[in-house]
């Protein structure tokens, strides 16, 4: 069966400093990997998504990138944190081809 | 383009009485739909998914949505609400390839003791 993880689970940040948060799946191969974020009181805002290494498309400008360095690691990126960067980020996976996404267990990010 | 309505923000109900959370969207395809239901601070789980096979669609934990074509909606039932049920829940609409998979704001789920 297939499994999700993020890393890490919680993070405080100071402004200003870098972001990595990672996120690997499991049991399955060439999936389709996204990053969303969800801000206190604003739902799911799709930021990246992939459909192999190193295609990345981005859906909203802003001082994130993200990398595919391997079939199914999906990292997200910041080289100076704002404190707009706190909220909560998931990651998700689907089939090549499918349309259902299955999401993991999420990064609760604060900048201070 | 596609959206999705999720008529109510917030849905009290008291443990043991029947759930209904409002969903209606938009799309120019044949979509498919989706509920997700979120717990605080955990990924989102999915309930269950329409894709034109059958319009009464069953899912886990007892829920189950009914997709109305004439009125766009698919809403989410349960007949006997849990206190475990207590979350947010999201409608999600999709153009059946994956690269517009569209989130509607949410409702928030309280269940009473």
């Known amino acids: 069966s297939q499994t999700i993880h993020q890393w890490p689970a919680t993070l405080v940040q100071p402004v200003g400093s870098p972001l990595s948060l990672e996120c690997t799946v499991e049991?399955?191969?060439?999936?389709?990997l996204y990053w969303y974020r969800q801000a206190a009181g604003r739902g799911l805002q799709l930021l990246f998504y992939?459909?192999?290494?190193?295609?990345i498309s981005s859906e909203v400008p802003q001082n994130l990138s993200a990398s595919r360095p391997q079939d199914r690691q999906f990292i997200l990126s910041s080289k100076k944190l704002l404190l707009s960067d706190s909220g909560f980020y998931l990651c998700?996976?689907?089939?090549?081809?499918?349309?259902?996404?299955?999401f993991g267990p999420g990064t609760r990010l604060t900048v201070l | 383009a596609q959206s999705v309505t999720q008529l109510d923000s917030h849905v009290s109900v008291s443990e043991g009485t029947p759930v209904l959370l409002r969903c209606n969207y938009s799309?120019?395809?044949?979509?498919?739909l989706f509920w997700y239901v979120q717990h605080p601070n955990k990924g989102l789980q999915l309930l269950l998914k329409?894709?034109?096979?059958?319009?009464l669609v069953k899912g886990i934990n007892g829920f189950e949505a009914e997709f109305k074509k004439s009125e766009t909606s698919f809403h989410l039932t349960k007949p006997s609400a849990h206190m475990s049920d207590a979350a947010e829940y999201f409608c999600?609409?999709?153009?059946?390839?994956?690269?517009?998979?569209?989130f509607g704001p949410g409702t928030r789920l309280s269940v009473l003791p």
């Open positions: 998700a996976w689907a089939t090549s081809g499918s349309d259902t996404q299955y």
């Open positions: 799309s120019s395809y044949s979509p498919s």
């Open positions: 992939s459909v192999g290494i190193g295609q």
């Open positions: 049991g399955t191969s060439n999936p389709n």
């Open positions: 329409y894709t034109s096979a059958a319009t």
């Open positions: 999600v609409v999709s153009d059946n390839y994956g690269q517009n998979f569209v």
